[in-house]
């Protein structure tokens, strides 16, 4: 059964960093950016009603941050400001193919200190008042220990509240201190989760076996009423109300940098269902964004380069 997302205002929840590219001349340009940012900006441009669920720090940087995202139209009263602390940093480099490399310096991120007693209450009731939280294997991955824990506690009370969620796999090993604690989180993941979008390529690094099959057992074995299953080749399957059905790209393009490849994708399925489309249009829907952000440099296109 396809969850029901139809109007709910978006909570994406997780981390922004400074991004740093290389440009061809070798120096470098500075931009934000990070996985569920990039997702919530999207979803903002494509007029999903959405907010930030982060922290930052008290320094220019983060101001910076702020009023870009402001200006973009994402809602950031759940934005925890905490003084002393700098944003996290990251380096892309991108192969003549297009595909890329993060280099990162995140480890003492205002972000991993939102399950804090004196900002814990202020996170899970950002949580709760949404009507669709999206998080990501990434945003999974700031946290350990009792904070991981109080981040699921606070997802089942938004999901006992009324609240959906939706979760991309986005495996990134070097947040992992090993795979099996990683499986457990994501086994815990997608049990509580309405929406899972899962990529064959992080189920191959997690699990070892990235075939389609193996992901949607995966995914049935959790309960997930609806599931994306985001191919090693272009396209991707759709599975809700029966079989799983395949779900092409439009046409192939030559990317320049697949940078938020799988974000964008997501804000335009989510941002698709958000407005009542079936699963299958939505993922047609994420393929044409997708299709264009990689085609330009960077996490973030500029406004008009986005798709009608």
């Known amino acids: 059964m396809q969850a029901d997302l139809t109007g709910r205002r978006v909570a994406c929840f997780g981390e922004c960093m400074l991004e740093l590219r290389t440009r061809p001349d ?4 500075r931009g934000f950016g990070g996985d569920t ?13 959405v907010d930030y669920v982060t922290a930052l720090g008290d320094d220019d940087f983060s101001t910076e941050m702020l009023r870009a995202w402001e200006g973009e139209g994402i809602g950031t009263s759940p934005v925890r ?20 490399r993060f280099l990162y310096w995140r480890d003492a991120a205002p972000v991993r200190r939102l ?8 996170t899970e009731a950002a949580l709760a008042g949404a009507g669709l939280v999206y998080l990501s294997g990434i945003s999974l991955s700031l946290f350990a220990g009792p904070a991981r824990q109080a981040l699921f506690a606070a997802l089942e ?12 796999t986005n495996f990134r090993p070097r947040g992992w201190p090993d795979r099996a604690l990683a499986r457990d989180a994501y086994d815990r993941m997608a049990g509580l989760s309405d929406v899972v979008l899962a990529g064959c390529e992080d189920w191959a690094a997690l699990a070892g076996d990235g075939s ?6 995966w995914l049935d074995g959790a309960g997930v009423p609806e599931a994306v299953v985001k191919l090693a080749e272009p396209g991707c399957l759709v599975r809700s109300d029966g079989p799983a059905e395949a779900v092409p790209v439009p046409e192939r393009v030559s990317p320049v940098d697949t940078t938020a490849a799988g974000d964008s994708f997501a804000a ?32 973030i296109i500029p406004r008009e380069a986005m798709p009608s």
Do not use: K, M, Q, W
């Open 26 to 29: 070798g120096l470098l340009s």
């Open 37 to 49: 940012l990039n997702t919530a900006l999207y979803l903002a441009r494509l007029g999903a009603p």
């Open 81 to 100: 400001r905490i003084p002393g602390s700098l944003p996290g940093l990251y380096v892309i480099e991108t192969d003549p193919e297009g595909e890329r």
């Open 115 to 122: 399950f804090d007693p004196p900002h814990h209450a202020a």
């Open 157 to 168: 009370r938004a999901r006992a509240g009324g609240a959906r969620i939706a979760f991309d």
């Open 212 to 217: 389609p099959d193996a992901v949607l057992a």
């Open 268 to 299: 335009g399925y989510l941002a698709a269902r958000l407005r009542g489309e079936a699963p299958a249009a939505a993922a047609r829907a994420g393929h044409r964004l997708a299709a264009v952000v990689i085609t330009h440099p960077g996490a």
